[in-house]
C-alpha cells in the first residue's frame, strides 16, 4: 500500500561511535566453558565440532557499549528501542530480523530463512539456529526438469513452485523462548509499528522494485504492497505501508510460530502457493522446526574463527581457505603474490563447497577432514607463489550460480552477548509472490538446490547428489554469519552476495586480523574465486594495475564486475579498552549504532 509524501521522512543517521566515558576495569572473567550441546532441545542435533583445544575465548576486562550493524537504519533503531526495552542481544536480533522484513522485502522476511549465530556471555555457549527453508514433502529430485532431463527455465526461480518452507517465523518464537528476556510480542512491535505505519521507500529499494516490476505485477498483494495503483514504480519518499504483513507479525506476537505455521495464516499460505502451481501442504508448515547446530569452530594465527556449519557451506570453506593460507606468512610477500595465494586458497576452498557439502541430516561429509590442517597441507601443496592453477586441473564440478540479494546483521549487547545473523529469501524479493491476505513474500531458495544432479563428471555425482533435492531436505547455502576473535578481542560479521558472501568473510577475516577497523572492512574492495569459472571477479580498486599484470602473469583470468558486491555488517569490540564500532557497508545505506 502506497502512499505519496510530499516530505520525505529521512530515516536518522547515526553518527557512530560514542567512546565509553568511563572505563570500569573489571576482573578477568573466568574463561567460559568449550561448546556444549543442550540437550534440553529437542531440535539439537549434536553433531561434532571441530578442535577448538589451545585456543582463547573471550576475556572481558573493559564495560562496553552495545552496538547494532543492519542493512538498514529504521532495522538498527529497532534492535536498538529493544535494548533500550532491557532486551539481549537475542532480542534485539528478532527486533532487527522483523524490521528487515518489513523495510528490506527483498532481501529477507517471513517467507525467508536464515542462520543466526550466537553467543551468550554468561558461559560462553555458542550455537547456531538453522532457519534454513526446507524443501516441501512432494518435493522431488527432478522437480525442476522436464520429460527429457532438461532444466524448465526459471522454474525454481519463479513461482511458487520454488519456495521452500519458510523457517524465520520459527526463528523469532526460539530465539525469544529460548534465549531473550522480553517476550517475543514486545520485540516484534517495531516492525508491527513500521508495517502499519509504513516507511519511506529508499532508492536501493526503489531500484529493487524496478527491477522486478514485472513479477510484482503478476501477484495482486505483491503490486499492492510495492507498486502505484497503476503497477508503476512509487517514487522515493512514498510511504509504504503492508497493513497484512503487520497482521502477520501480530499473529505470530500473539501466538508464537504458530501464528503462522498453523491458523488462518498457514491456511491462506498453503491456498496462496497452491493457486500458484506450488506443492505446499498445511502438515509441510506445521512440522517446520529449527534447528540447533553447533557452529564450526577453528583457528588461524591464534585467532579463533566461528562461523556457520551445514546446510551452510559458509563456515567449512571460510576455515578451508584460513587453513591452507596458514601455511603462508602473507606479509612476506608483495600484494600481488598475496592476493594471489588468497584467490588460491578461494579456488580450492569453493571445489570442496561444490562437491561434498550439502544438508547434515540428509549427507555424510568429511567436515573433519576438510576442516583439518593435514588436509589444508594437501591443499596448499598443489600451490605455486608465482603461477595460478587452472581450475579444471582440480577435480571436481560446476559450483551453483551467485544469488542477487540477501541480509546480514550484527549485535552485541552491553552484557557481551552477541548475534550473527545473515537471513535472505534468496534473490530479490524471492520469487516476488505473495499468497494473499498473508503479506508475506515467498521465498526462491529452492534454486539454491543442485536442480539436475548426476552431471556426467568425475567427482560431479558426489556433489550433485549431496546438495540434490529431496522432500524436507535443506539446500546447501553460502551465508556466513561469523565470529572471528583473538585475546584481543571480537569482530561479528557477515554479507549478502550469494556465492561471493565466503570470499567476502574471508577477506573481512583476514583484514580483521591485519588490525583493519570496522569502517575500512565492510568498504574493503573484494576479489574473488570460487572455482568455476575460473576467474578472478575483482571490484573497481580492488587491484592495482600493477597487481593485475602480475597475477595475468602467473595466469589468472581476470574480470573487472560491474557492480559492487555484499553489505557487510561488522562489529568490532576491544577487550583491553572497551572500545566497540559498529560499521555498515557504504555499498549500501545501513548503519552501525553503538551507544
Ligand atoms: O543461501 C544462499 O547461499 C543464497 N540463498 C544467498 C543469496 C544471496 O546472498 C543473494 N545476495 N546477494
Known amino acids: 500500500m502506497i502512499e505519496s509524501s510530499s516530505a520525505p521522512r529521512r530515516a536518522r543517521q547515526y553518527s557512530g561511535v560514542l567512546l565509553s566515558v568511563v572505563a570500569l576495569i573489571a576482573s578477568i572473567i573466568a574463561a567460559p566453558p568449550a561448546v556444549r550441546a543442550d540437550d534440553s532441545a529437542a531440535v539439537q542435533r549434536a553433531k561434532p565440532s571441530l578442535p577448538t583445544k589451545g585456543l582463547l575465548p573471550a576475556r572481558i576486562a573493559v564495560a562496553h557499549k552495545a552496538a547494532i550493524a543492519s542493512a538498514y537504519p529504521l532495522a538498527s533503531e529497532a534492535g536498538q528501542e529493544i535494548l533500550a526495552a532491557g532486551g539481549n542481544a537475542f532480542d534485539a536480533a528478532v527486533a532487527v530480523s522483523a524490521a528487515l522484513a518489513v523495510v528490506e522485502p527483498s532481501s529477507s522476511g517471513l517467507g525467508g530463512g536464515g542462520f543466526y549465530l550466537l553467543h551468550r556471555q554468561s558461559d560462553g555457549y555458542e550455537t547456531m539456529l538453522d532457519a534454513r527453508e526446507k524443501a516441501p514433502g512432494a518435493a522431488s529430485r527432478d522437480m525442476y526438469l522436464d520429460k527429457a532431463g532438461n532444466p524448465i527455465e526459471d522454474a525454481s526461480i519463479a513461482g511458487a513452485l520454488a519456495a521452500g518452507i519458510p523457517g524465520e517465523p520459527a526463528a523469532f518464537e526460539y530465539l525469544a523462548r529460548k534465549y531473550g528476556k522480553l517476550s517475543l510480542k514486545r520485540s516484534l512491535q517495531p ?22 516490476q514485472k513479477v510484482l505485477q503478476r501477484s495482486p498483494d505483491a503490486a499492492k504492497a510495492f507498486l502505484s495503483a497503476d503497477g508503476g514504480v512509487p517514487e522515493v519518499g512514498a510511504i509504504i505501508k503492508q497493513p497484512d504483513l503487520a497482521s502477520t507479525l501480530e499473529a505470530i506476537a500473539n501466538q508464537g510460530a504458530q501464528g503462522f505455521y498453523a491458523g488462518r495464516v498457514a491456511a491462506d ?26 557452529p564450526l569452530i577453528g583457528e588461524y594465527h591464534g585467532a579463533r574463527i566461528v562461523s556457520a556449519s551445514p546446510p551452510s557451506s559458509g563456515g567449512i570453506a571460510v576455515l578451508d581457505a584460513l587453513n591452507i593460507l596458514s601455511g603462508f606468512d602473507l606479509h612476506r610477500y608483495d600484494s600481488a603474490t598475496a592476493k594471489h595465494l588468497v584467490i588460491e586458497a578461494m579456488r580450492r576452498a569453493y571445489r570442496d563447497r561444490a562437491i561434498y557439502l550439502g544438508d547434515p541430516d540428509f549427507v555424510k561429509m568429511p567436515l573433519a577432514q576438510l576442516a583439518s590442517k593435514d588436509y589444508a597441507a594437501g591443499q596448499r601443496s598443489s600451490i605455486r607463489t608465482d ?25 552485541l549487547d552491553s552484557d557481551g552477548n552477541r548475534v550473527a545473523a545473515t537471513i535472505s529469501v534468496n534473490l530479490f524479493f524471492g520469487t516476488g509472490y505473495m499468497p494473499p491476505r498473508t503479506g508475506v513474500l515467498l521465498n526462491n531458495t529452492m534454486d539454491d538446490f543442485s536442480t539436475k544432479p548426476g552431471r556426467p563428471n568425475e567427482f560431479g555425482l558426489v556433489g550433485a547428489t549431496a546438495n540434490a533435492i529431496a522432500p524436507n531436505k535443506r539446500s546447501l547455502s553460502s551465508m556466513s554469519p561469523t565470529f572471528v576473535e583473538t585475546p584481543k578481542g571480537v569482530m561479528i560479521v557477515g554479507s549478502p552476495g550469494g556465492s561471493y558472501i565466503i570470499s567476502m568473510v574471508l577477506l573481512g577475516t583476514l583484514n580483521y586480523l591485519d588490525g583493519m577497523n570496522a569502517a575500512d572492512i565492510v568498504k574493503y574492495p573484494h576479489y574473488h574465486h570460487q572455482y568455476l569459472p575460473d576467474e578472478v571477479d575483482y571490484e573497481q580498486g580492488a587491484l592495482t594495475d600493477a597487481e593485475i599484470k602480475e597475477l595475468q602473469a602467473m595466469g589468472h583470468s581476470l574480470k573487472v564486475s560491474g557492480r559492487r558486491w555484499g553489505n557487510m555488517q561488522v562489529i568490532t569490540w576491544d577487550y583491553a579498552t572497551g572500545k566497540v564500532d559498529a560499521a555498515s557497508d557504504p555499498r549500501g545505506e545501513g548503519v552501525g549504532l553503538v551507544y
Open 387 to 411: 603461477k595460478a592453477m587452472p581450475s579444471d586441473l582440480l577435480p571436481g564440478i560446476e559450483s551453483e550460480p551467485v544469488g542477487m540479494q540477501t541480509t546480514h546483521f550484527s549485535v
Open 191 to 212: 516492525a508491527i509499528r513500521l508495517a502499519r505505519e509504513g516507511f519511506p521507500l529508499y532508492a536501493r529499494l526503489q531500484g529493487g522494485i524496478r527491477y522486478k
Open 269 to 294: 499460505l498453503v491456498a496462496g502457493v497452491r493457486a500458484d502451481g506450488g506443492i505446499w501442504t498445511l502438515q509441510d508448515l506445521a512440522a517446520y522446526r529449527v534447528i540447533e547446530r553447533k
